[in-house]
């Protein structure tokens, strides 16, 4: 590999590792904050009993997911100190504003959990919309970079030089609000389904009707209703990122698609491998006109194809694969959850067919699959570019070589946090069962919160 | 003042602030280590006490760190980080480790011990790592053969002057953070880890001190430019070291404020910070107005006008924001007597 290959490598290694946990951390205060605020409704102690359970997760996974985000934002300036150049020039705001989001989330999230018994219950809930807010804008301002990069704003290119600098235009760049809902909606989706992952396992593993499972099924419930809207909300709003990039990065849905002729009444592909001989998209299915419509709304639009462009600025063709996994997993989640809702409320069913539990078990792995999905293709589809049209990769790369040490020695500390992490999960879990946990919401001489912390 | 120069204030204003907050967090890991089998003095529970809600925010201080160079000095920011590579990556491992496993041992009680020596051991490399980056924007380990700036590593590890600032950069850790855990401890009524925190403070005072000197000796040979205009400003450090003298006294003398009481570690901890921030001071005053010797000064590194300016309100705005939330957070946490002086933990129920 050379070493423009590995330093991308080695990033890419930390993102997909640190995302995960990010995500989810993005993802679970909102579920605390809903069972807290129905806890404030219902007076149901169980409601409290999930968000002790879900905060302790949230504070394990906080583990991990600050260190690795600490570990990404410095490996921005070790391995790309070209881009960080021009990145602190020009839109240093997100990066700014995002150490004020972390600081409320540290700060309350510390006071939500430790001073948890000493503080007034509205100050508890005002705690955790702190932790969500700032968890929550975390992702939208480091994502807004991520915007900046494909519609790059607010600066001049003259001579080599960077002029006529405005870094709030630069901040608020075109596809800045639909890129940044995008990924603050599927991180709510995530959050979501990766509680249903678990609550729907602990229902197989328990007795119908039993107390521990009609907890995991509020648990449930909860999470499709909040999963289902927004999984709905992601697929809107994916719909309008794809018009952004028909319009701003063309190159890039065309390569998504498998597009090689410009045309209206374009096709749309949906799976199949994209071949570069033949110039079409082999084993898919094709939906005539169907690329035009999406793309512009009327099966007029003309969408351009790749051999407008040349191709040393051609994406790497897998995109479509990973485009459509995405797709297809933000459809499944959507059904799934409508799927729930409507079979328990609509229909009062009392209990869930045992292969849909099964298929909920999976949704959990399959909401973070394509998340990861999702950001290898906005990362690799902008490929050769690192802000588009003006930075490529290679001429932000570091200059140090001999990155492969480097590159096993992060890959050998992900694999050890990724092991210790779900064996503190699952040692934690077990140790402090939810029997427990009801048992000590139920004993008011008992501090719930901070016991075992 | 130019608006460069702002910039650099605010800078080393971050870097004081996480280097003392640093050095308090990583060094209530190592004690919270060293005295994990003596469970009769408490020192460790009261390491924990203090260590378990602070270690977020003061890790978000070396974030804020990292993107103030980028955003005041991206020229900086290029050379640093094509020369802190390997440094900077086996800092961010470490701190991966520690961090990750600090948690984990406040989680897995049953594995507290083992999970708790790799987050001290791992912990108390960090700072001497840290602080290695000082010698190092002293340009004498940074070649530029190439055309591209590069760390010379086998310089850098055969310099006494690199092992003296990391012996104080570790040594500053222990002290510092005994003397706050001292003090915290005293606050807490918790008197068998006070004694225990003040011994440590007395022992690593002194060896700190040693430390800085063995920095400035050999300082004088290998950047001279830094000694001799940190020399200019000897009445500043003799002013350091007279603090230090007063933190001495706060550490040994009987206590002017409560019969029967040994030492005053309320007024070591606020000299002891002084003494800290008037050396820094010296060192911060003479290495400009160079980021990194001699390349790169603060005015050819520093950003452009308007995103200076842009960055600037939101630091007033941001910090407007927060001030109220490390109040309470303070309140909390330093001062209420509820969380001070609870017995230990209620772990009544857990099976």
Partial sequence: MDDLLIARSLFGTTMAFHIIFATIGVGLPLMILTAELLYQKSKDLEYVVMAKRWTKAFAVLLGVGIPTGTIAGTQLSLLWPGFMEVIGRVMPLPFQIEIYAFFIEALFMSIYVYAAERIAPWMRIVSLILVAIGALASAVLITNVH????????????????????????????????????????????????????????????????????????????????????????????????????????????????????????????????????????????????????????????????????????????????????????????????????????????????????????SGPLAVAAIEFGWIFACTGRQPWVIYRILSTAQAATTATNLSLLFILFIAVYIILAIAVVLVLLYYFKKNTVLDDIRRAEDKNVQLFSSNS | MTDALIAITVLWGFVFIYAVMATMDFGAGFWSMIYINREKTKATNIANRYLSPTWEVTNTFIVALVVAVYSLFPTAAYTLGTVLLVPGSMILLLLALRSAFLVFSNIATEYRKPLTYISGITGILIPGLLISVLPITHGEFVDYETGFAQLNLEALFTSPNVYAFIGFGISSTLFLSSVLLADYSKVSHAMDAYQVYLRDARIFGPISLAMAFLIMLTLRGEAPWLYDKMMEDLPLLLFSLFFFLIGGAGLFLPSFFEKGVRGMPRLAMIAVTIQYLVASYVYGKAHLPYIVYPGVTIESAFTDPNSFRAVFVTYIVGFAILFPGFIYFWSLFMHDKRYLRQRKPKEGTQS
């Fill in chain 1, 147 to 362: 915007a900046f990069q494909g519609t790059p704003a607010g600066f001049r290119i003259e001579d080599g030089n960077i002029v006529d600098v405005n870094p709030w235009a630069a901040f608020f760049n075109v596809s800045f609000f639909v890129t940044a809902g995008h990924v603050a909606l599927s991180a709510y989706v995530t959050g979501a389904f990766v509680v249903a992952s678990v609550a729907a396992f602990k229902m197989l593993r328990n007795e119908y009707g039993s107390r521990l499972y009609k907890f995991h099924q509020k648990a449930l419930m909860i999470s499709l209703v909040v999963g289902g809207i927004a999984a709905l909300g992601t697929a809107l709003n994916g719909h309008s990122a794809a018009q952004y990039l028909h319009e701003y990065q063309p190159e890039k849905l065309a390569a998504a698609e498998g597009l090689f002729e410009t045309q209206s009444h374009a096709p749309l592909a949906i799976g199949g491998f994209v071949d570069r001989e033949t110039e079409s998209v082999k084993w898919g299915i094709e939906i005539p006109w169907a690329l035009s419509f999406l793309a512009g709304n009327s099966f007029d639009t003309v969408v351009v194809g790749l051999n407008d462009f040349p191709e040393e600025w051609w994406p790497p063709l897998f995109i479509h694969t990973l485009f459509n996994a995405m797709v297809l997993i933000g459809s499944l989640l959507i059904m799934i959850a409508f799927a729930g809702i409507v079979w328990k409320k609509f229909l009062k069913k009392d209990r869930f067919p045992k292969w849909f539990l099964w298929l909920l078990v999976t």
